[in-house]
């Protein structure tokens, strides 16, 4: 179990619902509690029906804190229904990138793992395999926007961001869980800063 576990418990303890506390939707679905962990064996069970591996980060929150609930905007997805995506090629004409649903088990790409409900077809995705393993993106399905990566390293890093901010007061809309010099080269499948 990462050595993270045990504070992010306590931040999360500390954090009392609130109606409306972070102005984003969704919020009053998850409380800012966490749902039952999930078993390791429901874990290895997704990783070999998908033939991908969970970044650890992750994998050790839905095993040692909860599988669904607490996070930003309508909450953690179970993992069950957790889907992958590719991400679509950049358009001459635009900066932006979308996202594909990947419908079948692959290796060949970069895979991404829808794990946070945005809604309409906006998303939060988790790097499966490639070059953001491990990292955050939050992104648009029809590339209307985004996709925007995340400074932080990994998803408890990320997750931690977050309730250190709904604790300071700030909502969803200060978040800046992405960083405004990150974001993915809509020529290239690379880091780039922002110009």
């Not at 409306?20 to 997704?46: C, I, K, M, T, V």
């Not at 939060?124 to 925007?148: C, E, I």
Request: net charge positive; hydrophobic share 35%.
């Amino acid at each position: 179990m990462d050595s993270r576990i045990p504070r992010l418990r306590r931040k999360l303890a500390r954090i009392p619902y609130t109606p409306d506390r972070s102005h984003s939707f969704g919020e009053e679905r998850h409380e800012f509690r966490l749902g039952p962990r999930l078993p390791q064996a429901r874990a290895d069970a997704f990783e070999a029906e998908h033939d991908v591996e969970l970044p650890q980060p992750y994998r050790d929150f839905l095993t040692n804190m909860g599988g669904t609930g607490a996070s930003p905007y309508y909450g953690l997805i179970p993992l069950e229904r957790c889907a992958l995506f590719t991400m679509n090629r950049a358009a001459a004409d635009t900066p932006t990138r979308g996202f594909s649903r990947a419908y079948r088990p692959t290796r060949q790409g970069h895979l991404f793992l829808h794990v946070i409900e945005r809604g309409c077809s906006d998303l939060v995705l988790l790097g499966v395999t490639g070059p953001l393993t491990g990292r955050v993106l939050v992104g648009n399905t029809d590339g209307f926007w985004g996709p925007n990566v995340s400074s932080a390293p990994d998803f408890l890093a990320w997750y931690e961001r977050w309730l250190d901010q709904m604790a300071a007061g700030q909502d969803n809309r200060a978040l800046l869980l992405t960083s405004p010099r990150l974001h993915v080269h809509p020529r290239q499948y690379r880091l780039s800063p922002r110009i």
